[in-house]
């Protein structure tokens, strides 16, 4: 009996040894598992900490890419309004040279009145300088302009006169068509007058080398009040580019390109539309339209 009795305590001593020795080597597979996973963590983790300091380091990229933008959108803000400022003055500061000329002249012939009158024509440029400075200024507080009624027909007679010291110095034959009644728009006179003299200046420059350069200038009433200025020169090369700032094909120091980009955003301002072609025998053709003021005696008349 004792003999079987120790046989079978072996037994389960067996048994009991066999069941460690399973459990154990199942243990040792567990953690080699896990140590093999928790190394992969650390390596993810690792990537993910670098991956992280890697944001880090683009997003301060970028804060000072933009801060920059910033600063250079600033400056060419800066430039574009400086080049505006000196595009729009240059055509008086021209006419004014030429007037002080004639009036020195005038004056060594003692020709006085007549030089009086050229101060005169000088007096009203300075102060046509001051409206201009005056409305780049409010370009900060835009939409506060105050419109009142425009004759057109007036105000493309002193753009020609704004011209003349231009149109004297070459033949250039200019044909205007205007109807019989005052054809009123409401704005701001001096703008409009900036965009005929950019529209009449284009196309006098387009006509240099014309032989029998003609501009043609025709006003019209209609659903809007529409003036249509037509030369006989080449024609528009890049009808797609001609508005945006900085367009010009002209020589450097003739043209800046921003005698149009600043005339259709006038013409927007007054809810209007400044359009271009070429026209069907040569030439360019612009057009502006601006929303017509009613008479109002027709008004009246209607009601
Ligand atoms: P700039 O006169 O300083 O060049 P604009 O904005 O007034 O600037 O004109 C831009 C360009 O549009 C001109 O350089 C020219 O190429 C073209 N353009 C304007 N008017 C005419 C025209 N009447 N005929 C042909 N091309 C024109």
Redesign the pocket.
């Known amino acids: 009996v004792n003999g079987v009795l120790a046989l079978e305590v072996m037994g389960f001593a067996i048994l009991l040894a066999l069941a460690f020795y399973f459990l154990s080597r199942r243990t040792a597979g567990r953690l080699a598992i896990f140590q093999r996973e928790s190394a992969k963590l650390r390596a993810l983790n690792l990537a993910l900490q670098r991956e992280i300091a890697e944001r880090k380091r683009v997003q301060q990229t970028l804060a000072v890419a933009e801060q920059t933008l910033e600063q250079s959108s600033k400056l060419a803000a800066l430039g574009e309004m400086s080049a505006a400022v000196s595009?729009e003055l240059n055509q008086p500061l021209a006419a004014m040279k030429t007037y002080l000329a004639g009036a020195r002249l005038l004056l060594k012939r003692n020709r006085q009145d007549e030089a009086l009158s050229s101060f005169g024509r000088i007096d009203d440029l300075i102060e046509r300088m001051g409206a201009i400075t005056r409305q780049l200024k409010s370009y900060a507080r835009k939409g506060q302009e105050a419109f009142s009624p425009v004759d057109m027909g007036a105000a493309l007679a002193s753009s020609l006169s704004m011209m003349e010291p231009q149109l004297r110095q070459r033949q250039v034959q200019i044909s205007r068509i205007l109807p019989d009644n005052p054809v009123m728009v409401m704005g701001d006179r001096m703008r409009i007058e900036q965009v005929m003299v950019?529209?009449l200046?284009?196309?006098l420059?387009?006509t240099k080398s014309e032989r029998n350069p003609q501009v043609d200038i025709i006003l019209s009433a209609g659903e809007t009040a529409t003036l249509t200025?037509r030369?006989n020169?080449?024609?528009?090369?890049?009808l797609d580019?001609?508005?945006e700032?900085f367009?010009?094909?002209?020589q450097p120091g003739?043209?800046?390109?921003?005698?149009?980009?600043?005339?259709s955003g006038i013409v927007n301002d007054l809810g209007g539309r400044l359009m271009?072609r070429n026209g069907q025998n040569g030439?360019?053709v612009?057009e502006m339209q601006l929303p017509i003021l009613a008479d109002e005696t027709k008004i009246e008349a209607a009601e």
């Open positions: 595009h950019n529209l200046r284009n196309a420059d387009a200025v030369d020169g080449p024609g528009i090369e890049d580019a001609l508005f700032p367009y010009t094909t002209k003739d043209g800046v390109g921003l005698g149009l980009a600043i005339s271009a030439g360019a612009f």
